[in-house]
């Protein structure tokens, strides 16, 4: 082959794959300069869809909005009843659960597992973690948080407060209220207002 020859297939070669790059460079839309006008779209791989997104506005429905309202009285899978801020806590968060030794007991057991911590034994604060170095909890007892509504106290355990954070995942609903008595135990003396006589017994019900 004469050298001449040589040189014209390496430029021909040359010039096919500046070529397929340009075209697959073009075709995909990765092209060095840019343009406002949408890349040509050969296989178009469902990057448009005829859908709305959630909270996008849409002209289909006469409010404007594209997500709808759930029906009225709707309950989500999952979902909770209760309060999701403090501002409502104190009357959405109603305590059902009758005081028993039973449910004391149950509310005794998860307080001295969960709260003791950093509350101590006694809700006065100044627990375990605390005697470590970690922030000291106000006192469970003081006149202040006597005042408190169950309410409140439930949506404290559930929600978590500024650096206490949430035992929504610990403590099941139930075991939320028990302890809510327990704390009124705490702040009565050993026993619970509604039931002076019943001390709770250090026997935890079973839960199913
Ligand atoms: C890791 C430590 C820690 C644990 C465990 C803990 N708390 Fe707290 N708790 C705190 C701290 C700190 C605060 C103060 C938060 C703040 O600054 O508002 C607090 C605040 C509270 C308050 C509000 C007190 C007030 O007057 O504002 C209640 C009620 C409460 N905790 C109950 C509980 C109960 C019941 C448990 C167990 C289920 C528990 N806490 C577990 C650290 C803890």
Same mark, same amino acid.
């Given at each position: 082959?004469?050298?001449?020859k040589?040189k014209?297939?390496?430029?021909s070669?040359?010039?096919l =794959?500046l070529?397929?790059?340009?075209w697959? @460079?073009?075709?995909?839309?990765?092209? !060095?300069?840019?343009s $406002? #006008?949408p890349?040509?779209?050969?296989?178009?791989?469902?990057?448009?869809q005829?859908?709305?997104?959630?909270?996008?506005?849409?002209?289909?429905?006469?409010?404007g909005?594209a997500?709808?309202?759930? =029906?009225?009285?709707?309950?989500?899978?999952n @979902?909770?009843?209760?309060?999701?801020? !403090?501002?409502?806590? $104190? #009357?959405?968060?109603?305590n059902t659960i009758p005081v028993?030794?039973?449910?004391?007991a149950?509310?005794k057991n998860?307080f001295?597992?969960?709260?003791t911590?950093c509350?101590?034994y006694?809700?006065?604060?100044?627990?375990?973690?605390?005697?470590?170095g970690?922030?000291n909890?106000?006192s !469970?007892?003081?006149?202040?948080a006597?005042?408190?509504?169950?309410?409140?106290?439930?949506?404290?355990?559930?929600?978590?407060?500024?650096?206490?954070?949430?035992?929504a995942?610990k403590l099941?609903?139930l075991d939320?209220?028990?302890?809510?008595?327990y704390v009124?135990?705490l702040?009565n003396?050993?026993?619970?207002?509604?039931?002076?006589?019943?001390?709770p017994?250090s026997a935890?019900i079973k839960?199913?």
């Amino acid at each position: 082959m004469s050298n001449n020859k040589r040189k014209f297939g390496f430029w021909s070669a040359l010039f096919l =794959v500046l070529f397929a790059i340009f075209w697959v @460079g073009l075709l995909s839309g990765n092209i !060095l300069w840019t343009s $406002d #006008t949408p890349p040509l779209e050969i296989i178009s791989d469902m990057d448009n869809q005829p859908k709305v997104k959630a909270q996008a506005a849409s002209n289909f429905f006469a409010d404007g909005k594209a997500t709808r309202e759930p =029906v009225e009285y709707t309950v989500p899978r999952n @979902g909770t009843k209760y309060a999701t801020s !403090l501002d409502d806590a $104190d #009357t959405k968060n109603i305590n059902t659960i009758p005081v028993t030794p039973e449910v004391l007991a149950r509310g005794k057991n998860r307080f001295e597992t969960m709260c003791t911590p950093c509350h101590n034994y006694d809700g006065k604060g100044n627990g375990l973690v605390v005697q470590k170095g970690f922030a000291n909890p106000p006192s !469970l007892v003081r006149p202040e948080a006597v005042a408190y509504t169950d309410g409140k106290i439930f949506h404290v355990i559930s929600a978590g407060q500024n650096i206490m954070s949430s035992y929504a995942d610990k403590l099941s609903e139930l075991d939320r209220w028990c302890v809510v008595h327990y704390v009124r135990v705490l702040q009565n003396g050993g026993t619970h207002p509604k039931m002076a006589s019943a001390a709770p017994t250090s026997a935890p019900i079973k839960q199913q």
